[in-house]
């Protein structure tokens, strides 16, 4: 078992950038692909971009690439987004996730961490 949990979500104006950040808390997570997802309300949840935990390898979806990027600290057992440049549509639910066959259907996730994009 993988437990995720998300925080530092908030309120952020756009063009502004926010961090957020994923604890995993459990030994096993070496042997996973941590990634984070996107959920704007009313809308289905969005890959947002995935590193291998055991090389640091990153991949970002074209949608994001070039403002956000993905992070992981070994010896913390954390996972980060850094997102920069925000805007109102990036407004929603940012969620962690663990997988070990592919981001389809992860195995595991966080419960989310709020972010919202306002003036």
């Known amino acids: 078992q993988v437990e995720l949990v998300e925080f530092g979500g908030g309120l952020v104006e756009p063009g502004g950038s926010l961090i957020i950040a994923c604890q995993v808390s459990?030994?096993?997570?070496?042997?996973?692909?941590m990634g984070w997802f996107h959920q704007a309300p009313g809308k289905e949840r969005e890959f947002l971009a995935a590193v291998a935990w055991g090389t640091g390898k990153i991949y970002v979806t074209d949608s994001v690439k070039g403002r956000f990027t993905i992070s992981r600290d070994i010896n913390q057992n954390m996972v980060y987004l850094q997102m920069n440049n925000l805007n109102v549509e990036d407004t929603g639910v940012y969620y962690c996730?663990?997988?070990?066959?592919?981001?389809?259907?992860?195995?595991?996730w966080g419960r989310g961490t709020q972010v919202t994009v306002s003036s």
């Open positions: 459990s030994s096993t997570a070496s042997r996973y692909a």
């Open positions: 996730a663990a997988t070990r066959t592919g981001w389809i259907q992860p195995d595991f």
